[in-house]
């Protein structure tokens, strides 16, 4: 079988397991009223399921396991096979940490210390950022600072998607866009993992995409905010940041430049006004794009132009 085809049917599971699902998983979640209420900072007027995540999770892990069941890693150098399943079970701890939190509103701080600490296991087995590019320069090898510096990227990328999460669509949104420009580098700089994982992703995002886009029918939560984004951060390890050539490592910070941007800003924020950078408020983009007077639709339209430029960029 032709070795492109595997993403494919990666693409495509994802997608029809996460369109066929999520009207399960939304019906489930309002017998059981496992539902997010609305609130001052809340958008929505009407209780929603927030449970999305269980859809893009299962899509996502459905497509990578009938890809290996048809043997689609068995081309595959056994570290880039590792490298894989080191993702995943990545993927499948932050999603369990978020739908823990979606279930039973864990404390922010513990939440925090078990992401590092997958993030650390993840780490140990092969998921890591060995060099950074310095502008003007070679790159530079980061020695035992990889271990912190894959953490924080992991874990922060986890929690950038999640603080996005604000606009009926923006998340799954952003994250389609960002899993799609990812499987095509991928793809062209020769890194068949990355672009296995990129595919699930994108097929499970865009299908979710169908039931989230505002008007939504149900949210993602936490567990599928925390699941994407981490996984997307792990895509970046695995596949762009693997490449010696310095555009190649700045990729998937350019491709996921927009979270990154709006969650540094909003930390920056709330500590120069003395406050925890976990308190919730509403110094987000899309919270400013709203109060300017965009609609819903326009300003997830706009941050998704902003995400494609950033992307497309170098």
Do not use: C
């Not at 939304?26 to 809340?42: A, C």
């Not at 190649?248 to 990154?260: D, G, R, S």
Request: hydrophobic letters at 55%; zero cysteines; proline letters at 4%.
């Amino acid at each position: 079988m032709p070795t492109k085809l595997y993403h494919l049917i990666a693409f495509l599971v994802a997608a029809i397991v996460v369109l066929w699902s999520t009207p399960v998983v939304k019906t489930v979640g309002l017998k059981s009223q496992k539902t997010d209420q609305p609130g001052d900072r809340k958008i929505h007027k009407t209780p929603m399921v927030r449970l999305g995540g269980v859809s893009i999770f299962t899509g996502t892990m459905i497509g990578l396991l009938i890809v290996w069941w048809l043997g689609g890693f068995g081309w595959l150098p056994p570290e880039e096979e590792w490298q894989i399943w080191g993702v995943a079970l990545g993927g499948i701890a932050f999603f369990l940490i978020g739908l823990a939190d979606d279930l039973y509103n864990l404390p922010a701080s513990l939440r925090l210390v078990l992401q590092m600490a997958v993030a650390s296991v993840v780490w140990w087995a092969g998921v890591r950022i060995d060099f950074l590019s310095v502008p003007g320069s070679s790159l530079m090898q980061l020695g035992w600072w990889s271990l912190p510096i894959t953490v924080v990227w992991l874990v922060g990328m986890a929690n950038a998607i999640n603080w996005i999460d604000g606009v009926d669509g923006l998340a799954a949104g952003v994250s389609a866009i960002a899993a799609v420009v990812m499987l095509i580098v991928s793809l062209f700089m020769e890194q068949p993992a990355a672009a296995l994982i990129a595919a699930a992703m994108a097929g499970a995002a865009l299908g979710f995409l169908r039931y989230n886009f505002n008007p939504a029918q149900i949210f993602m939560g936490d567990g599928g905010a925390y699941f994407m984004g981490f996984t997307l951060a792990g895509v970046g390890v695995i596949g762009l940041v693997k490449s010696t050539a310095v555009t190649a490592v700045l990729l998937p910070y350019l491709i996921l430049a927009v979270p990154i941007m709006d969650m540094s800003a909003v930390i920056l924020l709330r500590l120069s006004d003395g406050k925890s950078p976990f308190t919730a408020d509403n110094r987000h983009l899309h919270h400013r794009l709203l109060e300017a007077g965009l609609s819903q639709r326009l300003t997830v339209l706009f941050i998704y132009s902003l995400t494609l430029w950033a992307a497309v960029s170098l």
